[in-house]
Protein backbone atom coordinates (compact mmCIF):
# COMPACT_ATOMS: atom_id res chain seq x y z
CA UNK A 1 0.00 0.00 0.00
CA UNK A 2 2.80 2.36 1.23
CA UNK A 3 5.01 4.58 -1.19
CA UNK A 4 9.08 3.48 -0.57
CA UNK A 5 9.58 6.94 0.51
CA UNK A 6 6.96 6.61 3.16
CA UNK A 7 8.30 3.31 4.43
CA UNK A 8 11.71 4.69 4.78
CA UNK A 9 10.62 7.40 6.98
CA UNK A 10 11.13 7.50 10.22
CA UNK A 11 9.06 8.83 12.95
CA UNK A 12 10.84 11.97 14.33
CA UNK A 13 12.02 10.76 17.56
CA UNK A 14 12.49 14.21 19.14
CA UNK A 15 8.62 14.97 18.88
CA UNK A 16 7.41 11.22 19.49
CA UNK A 17 9.41 11.31 22.81
CA UNK A 18 7.72 14.95 23.72
CA UNK A 19 4.73 13.70 22.90
CA UNK A 20 4.63 10.84 25.23
CA UNK A 21 5.87 12.72 28.08
CA UNK A 22 3.03 15.17 27.49
CA UNK A 23 0.71 12.18 27.38
CA UNK A 24 2.15 10.12 30.43
CA UNK A 25 1.25 14.26 32.37
CA UNK A 26 -1.75 14.27 31.34
CA UNK A 27 -2.30 10.94 32.56
CA UNK A 28 -1.06 12.69 36.29
CA UNK A 29 2.22 11.08 36.59
CA UNK A 30 5.37 13.52 38.24
CA UNK A 31 6.91 13.70 34.61
CA UNK A 32 10.29 15.54 33.87
CA UNK A 33 10.74 16.34 30.85
CA UNK A 34 14.06 16.84 29.30
CA UNK A 35 12.93 15.53 25.97
CA UNK A 36 11.28 18.77 24.57
CA UNK A 37 13.58 20.92 22.23
CA UNK A 38 11.46 24.16 22.46
CA UNK A 39 11.89 27.09 24.67
CA UNK A 40 10.44 26.56 27.89
CA UNK A 41 9.58 30.31 28.36
CA UNK A 42 6.17 32.19 26.40
CA UNK A 43 6.45 34.47 23.64
CA UNK A 44 6.75 38.37 24.88
CA UNK A 45 3.55 40.61 24.81
CA UNK A 46 4.27 42.64 22.02
CA UNK A 47 3.97 39.25 19.93
CA UNK A 48 1.10 37.90 21.66
CA UNK A 49 -0.83 41.92 20.52
CA UNK A 50 0.85 41.35 16.99
CA UNK A 51 -1.55 38.04 16.35
CA UNK A 52 -4.60 39.79 18.11
CA UNK A 53 -3.84 42.95 15.97
CA UNK A 54 -3.70 40.92 12.65
CA UNK A 55 -6.81 39.90 13.53
CA UNK A 56 -8.62 42.68 13.22
CA UNK A 57 -7.09 43.52 9.66
CA UNK A 58 -9.22 43.21 6.62
CA UNK A 59 -8.22 40.25 4.65
CA UNK A 60 -6.16 38.82 7.46
CA UNK A 61 -7.86 35.33 7.18
CA UNK A 62 -6.38 35.38 2.75
CA UNK A 63 -3.91 33.59 1.35
CA UNK A 64 -0.65 35.65 1.35
CA UNK A 65 2.00 35.42 -1.10
CA UNK A 66 3.29 31.61 -0.94
CA UNK A 67 6.76 32.41 -0.42
CA UNK A 68 5.64 35.18 2.22
CA UNK A 69 4.23 38.82 2.75
CA UNK A 70 6.70 41.09 1.91
CA UNK A 71 6.84 43.16 4.50
CA UNK A 72 8.07 40.19 6.07
CA UNK A 73 10.62 39.35 3.71
CA UNK A 74 11.80 42.78 4.18
CA UNK A 75 12.05 42.72 8.09
CA UNK A 76 14.11 39.37 7.80
CA UNK A 77 16.12 41.23 5.04
CA UNK A 78 16.70 44.04 7.89
CA UNK A 79 17.86 41.64 10.35
CA UNK A 80 20.14 39.44 8.21
CA UNK A 81 21.80 43.05 7.40
CA UNK A 82 22.24 44.07 11.22
CA UNK A 83 22.82 41.30 13.06
CA UNK A 84 24.29 38.72 10.56
CA UNK A 85 26.14 41.42 8.02
CA UNK A 86 24.64 39.33 4.97
CA UNK A 87 23.02 41.42 2.53
CA UNK A 88 19.80 39.80 1.24
CA UNK A 89 17.30 41.30 -1.38
CA UNK A 90 13.94 40.03 -0.70
CA UNK A 91 13.85 37.94 -3.77
CA UNK A 92 16.52 35.94 -2.24
CA UNK A 93 14.55 34.98 0.80
CA UNK A 94 11.37 32.64 1.22
CA UNK A 95 9.18 32.33 4.10
CA UNK A 96 8.42 28.56 5.28
CA UNK A 97 5.90 26.86 7.65
CA UNK A 98 9.27 26.83 10.43
CA UNK A 99 12.74 25.85 9.73
CA UNK A 100 11.96 22.09 9.16
CA UNK A 101 10.03 23.11 5.98
CA UNK A 102 12.46 25.67 4.58
CA UNK A 103 15.17 23.05 5.66
CA UNK A 104 12.94 20.56 2.98
CA UNK A 105 12.78 22.79 0.48
CA UNK A 106 16.07 23.13 -0.08
CA UNK A 107 16.66 19.14 -0.66
CA UNK A 108 13.42 19.54 -3.02
CA UNK A 109 15.31 22.00 -4.59
CA UNK A 110 18.68 20.77 -4.34
CA UNK A 111 18.96 17.35 -4.23
CA UNK A 112 18.91 14.37 -7.19
CA UNK A 113 19.12 10.48 -7.08
CA UNK A 114 22.44 9.43 -5.89
CA UNK A 115 23.38 13.34 -4.86
CA UNK A 116 25.66 13.49 -1.50
CA UNK A 117 25.18 15.57 1.38
CA UNK A 118 27.73 15.48 4.13
CA UNK A 119 26.36 15.73 7.58
CA UNK A 120 28.11 16.40 10.75
CA UNK A 121 27.85 13.37 13.58
CA UNK A 122 26.00 13.98 16.29
CA UNK A 123 23.13 15.60 13.70
CA UNK A 124 19.60 16.95 14.08
CA UNK A 125 17.26 13.83 13.09
CA UNK A 126 15.77 15.68 10.51
CA UNK A 127 18.63 16.10 7.94
CA UNK A 128 19.29 12.30 7.02
CA UNK A 129 15.87 11.36 6.84
CA UNK A 130 14.74 14.91 4.53
CA UNK A 131 17.90 14.02 2.47
CA UNK A 132 16.72 10.41 2.01
CA UNK A 133 12.50 11.76 1.37
CA UNK A 134 14.72 13.94 -1.57
CA UNK A 135 16.30 10.52 -3.03
CA UNK A 136 19.67 11.52 -2.04
CA UNK A 137 22.64 10.02 0.16
CA UNK A 138 23.21 11.12 3.66
CA UNK A 139 27.36 11.13 4.40
CA UNK A 140 28.13 11.33 7.71
CA UNK A 141 31.18 12.97 8.67
CA UNK A 142 32.50 12.49 12.95
CA UNK A 143 33.09 15.45 14.85
CA UNK A 144 35.54 15.65 17.48
CA UNK A 145 35.95 14.65 21.18
CA UNK A 146 33.79 17.92 21.74
CA UNK A 147 31.73 17.66 19.29
CA UNK A 148 33.47 20.39 16.79
CA UNK A 149 33.45 19.18 13.38
CA UNK A 150 37.07 20.36 11.72
CA UNK A 151 36.73 21.10 8.25
CA UNK A 152 39.70 18.13 7.17
CA UNK A 153 36.36 15.12 8.33
CA UNK A 154 34.50 16.90 5.85
CA UNK A 155 37.01 17.17 2.93
CA UNK A 156 37.47 13.29 3.98
CA UNK A 157 33.69 12.57 3.18
CA UNK A 158 33.76 14.83 -0.36
CA UNK A 159 33.46 13.21 -3.92
CA UNK A 160 32.41 14.26 -7.09
CA UNK A 161 28.44 13.32 -6.02
CA UNK A 162 28.71 15.28 -3.19
CA UNK A 163 26.46 18.66 -3.27
CA UNK A 164 26.03 20.11 0.06
CA UNK A 165 27.38 20.39 3.23
CA UNK A 166 25.30 20.89 6.39
CA UNK A 167 26.46 22.60 9.49
CA UNK A 168 24.35 23.88 12.36
CA UNK A 169 26.17 26.27 14.70
CA UNK A 170 25.49 25.88 17.39
CA UNK A 171 24.19 22.60 17.28
CA UNK A 172 21.35 20.32 18.19
CA UNK A 173 21.76 17.70 20.05
CA UNK A 174 25.63 18.72 21.42
CA UNK A 175 25.68 22.95 21.67
CA UNK A 176 28.44 22.89 19.94
CA UNK A 177 29.65 25.94 18.11
CA UNK A 178 32.15 25.57 15.06
CA UNK A 179 35.74 27.11 15.89
CA UNK A 180 35.69 30.53 14.04
CA UNK A 181 39.16 29.07 11.75
CA UNK A 182 37.24 25.94 10.94
CA UNK A 183 34.58 27.95 9.63
CA UNK A 184 36.70 29.49 7.78
CA UNK A 185 38.25 26.61 6.36
CA UNK A 186 34.69 25.07 5.68
CA UNK A 187 33.76 28.04 3.46
CA UNK A 188 37.24 27.40 1.54
CA UNK A 189 36.71 24.14 1.04
CA UNK A 190 33.17 24.94 -0.45
CA UNK A 191 34.04 27.28 -2.51
CA UNK A 192 36.88 25.26 -3.91
CA UNK A 193 34.88 22.50 -4.88
CA UNK A 194 32.29 24.18 -5.69
CA UNK A 195 29.97 22.54 -3.17
CA UNK A 196 26.61 24.10 -2.01
CA UNK A 197 26.10 24.93 2.32
CA UNK A 198 22.87 24.77 4.48
CA UNK A 199 23.87 26.87 7.52
CA UNK A 200 21.39 26.43 10.02
CA UNK A 201 21.60 29.13 12.16
CA UNK A 202 18.31 28.26 14.27
CA UNK A 203 20.05 28.46 17.92
CA UNK A 204 22.32 31.64 16.83
CA UNK A 205 21.10 33.78 19.93
CA UNK A 206 21.73 31.00 22.45
CA UNK A 207 25.46 31.03 22.44
CA UNK A 208 27.07 31.73 25.90
CA UNK A 209 30.20 33.77 25.41
CA UNK A 210 31.26 33.37 21.44
CA UNK A 211 29.90 35.52 19.54
CA UNK A 212 27.92 34.38 16.37
CA UNK A 213 29.60 33.90 12.54
CA UNK A 214 27.28 33.31 9.52
CA UNK A 215 29.20 31.40 6.87
CA UNK A 216 27.61 33.57 4.57
CA UNK A 217 29.12 36.95 5.70
CA UNK A 218 32.60 35.53 5.18
CA UNK A 219 32.84 36.82 1.04
CA UNK A 220 31.10 36.94 -1.74
CA UNK A 221 32.06 33.25 -3.22
CA UNK A 222 30.75 31.71 -0.08
CA UNK A 223 27.72 33.38 -0.07
CA UNK A 224 27.04 32.54 -3.38
CA UNK A 225 26.63 28.82 -2.21
CA UNK A 226 25.13 29.28 1.05
CA UNK A 227 21.32 28.76 1.97
CA UNK A 228 21.04 30.65 5.07
CA UNK A 229 18.44 29.12 7.53
CA UNK A 230 16.60 30.41 10.64
CA UNK A 231 13.00 31.41 12.25
CA UNK A 232 11.37 32.19 15.13
CA UNK A 233 10.70 29.13 16.91
CA UNK A 234 13.71 29.24 19.27
CA UNK A 235 14.47 32.59 19.51
CA UNK A 236 11.34 34.00 19.97
CA UNK A 237 9.85 31.07 22.07
CA UNK A 238 7.31 29.96 19.01
CA UNK A 239 7.83 26.63 17.74
CA UNK A 240 3.85 26.09 17.44
CA UNK A 241 3.54 28.87 15.30
CA UNK A 242 5.52 27.60 12.47
CA UNK A 243 7.46 30.69 10.71
CA UNK A 244 11.26 29.60 9.31
CA UNK A 245 13.02 31.10 6.29
CA UNK A 246 15.30 30.57 3.55
CA UNK A 247 17.84 33.13 2.38
CA UNK A 248 20.10 32.58 -0.23
CA UNK A 249 20.52 32.92 -4.47
CA UNK A 250 17.73 33.81 -5.92
CA UNK A 251 17.53 30.83 -8.48
CA UNK A 252 17.21 28.38 -5.97
CA UNK A 253 14.75 30.19 -3.62
CA UNK A 254 12.61 30.38 -6.86
CA UNK A 255 12.80 26.68 -7.49
CA UNK A 256 11.80 26.51 -3.70
CA UNK A 257 8.97 28.60 -3.53
CA UNK A 258 7.62 26.77 -6.60
CA UNK A 259 7.89 23.82 -4.97
CA UNK A 260 6.26 25.59 -2.07
CA UNK A 261 3.44 27.17 -3.55
CA UNK A 262 2.61 23.73 -5.14
CA UNK A 263 2.62 22.15 -1.62
CA UNK A 264 1.67 24.23 1.06
CA UNK A 265 1.34 27.60 -0.19
CA UNK A 266 1.95 30.64 2.47
CA UNK A 267 2.35 30.32 5.93
CA UNK A 268 -0.44 31.01 8.35
CA UNK A 269 -0.96 34.92 7.67
CA UNK A 270 -1.63 36.17 11.20
CA UNK A 271 1.88 34.63 12.33
CA UNK A 272 3.54 36.16 9.65
CA UNK A 273 2.66 39.42 10.96
CA UNK A 274 3.97 38.39 14.88
CA UNK A 275 7.27 37.13 13.12
CA UNK A 276 7.88 41.02 11.73
CA UNK A 277 6.72 42.08 15.05
CA UNK A 278 9.49 39.23 16.72
CA UNK A 279 11.99 40.45 14.18
CA UNK A 280 11.65 44.49 14.43
CA UNK A 281 10.74 44.64 17.99
CA UNK A 282 12.50 44.98 20.98
CA UNK A 283 15.22 42.18 21.25
CA UNK A 284 15.62 43.10 25.19
CA UNK A 285 13.85 39.31 26.17
CA UNK A 286 16.86 37.63 24.33
CA UNK A 287 19.96 38.52 26.35
CA UNK A 288 17.46 37.54 29.90
CA UNK A 289 16.69 33.95 28.26
CA UNK A 290 20.17 33.85 27.55
CA UNK A 291 21.12 34.56 31.04
CA UNK A 292 18.52 32.07 32.78
CA UNK A 293 20.14 29.16 30.20
CA UNK A 294 23.27 29.89 30.67
CA UNK A 295 22.86 29.39 34.74
CA UNK A 296 21.05 26.15 33.73
CA UNK A 297 23.90 24.81 31.69
CA UNK A 298 26.43 25.87 34.38
CA UNK A 299 24.07 23.91 36.91
CA UNK A 300 23.68 20.73 34.70
CA UNK A 301 27.21 20.37 33.05
CA UNK A 302 28.36 20.52 37.01
CA UNK A 303 25.73 18.22 38.30
CA UNK A 304 26.18 15.30 35.30
CA UNK A 305 30.11 15.14 35.51
CA UNK A 306 29.26 15.17 39.11
CA UNK A 307 27.16 11.62 38.97
CA UNK A 308 29.39 10.22 36.57
CA UNK A 309 28.00 11.15 33.04
CA UNK A 310 30.77 12.57 31.78
CA UNK A 311 29.38 15.73 29.56
CA UNK A 312 31.05 18.55 27.47
CA UNK A 313 30.40 22.08 27.96
CA UNK A 314 28.34 23.34 25.44
CA UNK A 315 29.10 26.64 23.97
CA UNK A 316 24.89 27.46 23.10
CA UNK A 317 21.89 26.35 22.29
CA UNK A 318 19.75 24.31 25.06
CA UNK A 319 21.14 20.84 25.11
CA UNK A 320 23.78 18.82 26.90
CA UNK A 321 24.89 15.23 25.64
CA UNK A 322 26.22 13.13 28.14
CA UNK A 323 28.05 9.85 27.66
CA UNK A 324 26.22 7.30 29.34
CA UNK A 325 28.22 4.22 28.47
CA UNK A 326 25.62 2.19 27.61
CA UNK A 327 22.38 1.29 25.22
CA UNK A 328 20.42 4.69 25.10
CA UNK A 329 17.44 3.58 23.69
CA UNK A 330 17.33 1.10 26.86
CA UNK A 331 18.64 3.79 29.63
CA UNK A 332 16.06 6.34 28.17
CA UNK A 333 12.83 3.71 28.26
CA UNK A 334 14.01 2.59 31.78
CA UNK A 335 14.34 6.05 33.03
CA UNK A 336 10.78 7.58 32.09
CA UNK A 337 9.56 4.19 32.82
CA UNK A 338 11.40 4.59 36.41
CA UNK A 339 11.91 7.62 37.27
CA UNK A 340 9.52 9.67 34.40
CA UNK A 341 12.28 11.49 33.45
CA UNK A 342 12.27 11.90 29.39
CA UNK A 343 15.23 12.04 27.36
CA UNK A 344 15.98 11.56 23.99
CA UNK A 345 18.53 8.74 22.63
CA UNK A 346 21.58 9.62 21.43
CA UNK A 347 21.72 6.83 18.78
CA UNK A 348 18.65 9.09 16.72
CA UNK A 349 21.29 11.79 16.88
CA UNK A 350 23.98 9.05 14.88
CA UNK A 351 25.98 8.98 18.20
CA UNK A 352 25.14 5.93 20.66
CA UNK A 353 26.20 5.54 24.04
CA UNK A 354 25.35 9.19 24.74
CA UNK A 355 21.40 10.66 25.48
CA UNK A 356 20.63 14.42 24.75
CA UNK A 357 18.97 16.58 27.82
CA UNK A 358 17.02 19.64 27.12
CA UNK A 359 17.55 22.35 29.63
CA UNK A 360 14.38 24.16 28.33
CA UNK A 361 12.95 23.26 31.88
CA UNK A 362 12.84 25.61 34.88
CA UNK A 363 15.66 24.69 37.39
CA UNK A 364 13.66 23.37 39.97
CA UNK A 365 12.38 20.45 37.41
CA UNK A 366 16.39 20.04 36.64
CA UNK A 367 17.46 20.00 40.15
CA UNK A 368 14.72 17.34 40.63
CA UNK A 369 15.62 15.58 37.37
CA UNK A 370 19.28 15.51 37.69
CA UNK A 371 18.53 14.17 41.20
CA UNK A 372 16.22 11.02 39.64
CA UNK A 373 19.27 10.74 37.10
CA UNK A 374 21.59 10.21 40.12
CA UNK A 375 19.34 7.63 42.02
CA UNK A 376 19.35 6.28 38.38
CA UNK A 377 22.49 5.14 37.49
CA UNK A 378 24.13 4.33 41.32
N1 LIG B 1 17.03 22.89 12.90
C1 LIG B 1 17.36 22.45 14.11
C2 LIG B 1 18.78 22.15 14.39
C3 LIG B 1 16.39 22.26 15.10
O1 LIG B 1 16.73 21.81 16.29
C4 LIG B 1 15.06 22.56 14.80
C5 LIG B 1 14.05 22.36 15.89
N2 LIG B 1 12.90 21.79 15.59
C6 LIG B 1 14.76 23.02 13.50
C7 LIG B 1 15.76 23.18 12.58
C8 LIG B 1 13.37 23.31 13.05
O2 LIG B 1 12.76 24.34 13.73
P1 LIG B 1 11.32 24.86 13.34
O3 LIG B 1 10.80 24.02 12.24
O4 LIG B 1 10.52 24.79 14.59
O5 LIG B 1 11.53 26.27 12.88
N1 LIG C 1 14.08 20.52 17.15
C1 LIG C 1 13.42 20.13 18.35
C2 LIG C 1 14.09 18.90 18.90
O1 LIG C 1 15.10 18.48 18.41
C3 LIG C 1 11.95 19.99 18.18
C4 LIG C 1 11.44 18.68 17.67
C5 LIG C 1 11.72 18.50 16.22
O2 LIG C 1 11.21 19.29 15.43
O3 LIG C 1 12.48 17.59 15.94
O4 LIG C 1 13.61 18.35 19.87
Redesign the pocket.
Known amino acids: MLSQKALNCKESP ?1 LAISSKAKAMKKQGLDVIDFGA ?1 QPDFEPTGNIKKAIINSLDKKGYAKYTPASGKPELKQAISDKLKRENNIEYTTDQILVSC ?4 S ?1 YNIMQALVDKGDEVIIPSPY ?1 V ?1 YPEQVNLADGTPVIAETDENFKIKSDKIKEKITGKTKIIII ?1 SP ?2 PTGAVIDDEELKKIAELAVEKGIYVIS ?1 E ?2 ENIIYDKKHISIASLNEDIKKLTLT ?1 N ?4 SYAM ?1 GL ?3 YTAGPAEIIKAMSNIQAQSTSNPTSIIQDAAIEALNGSQEELETRKNEFRKRRDFIVKRLNEIGLKCSNPDGAFYVFPHINQDSINFANKLLEEEKVAVVPGVYFGKENYIRISYAASMEQIEEGIKRIEGFVK
Do not use: E, Q
Not at 231 to 234: T, Y
Open positions: TGGAKHLWSNSNDIYVGISKPRIG
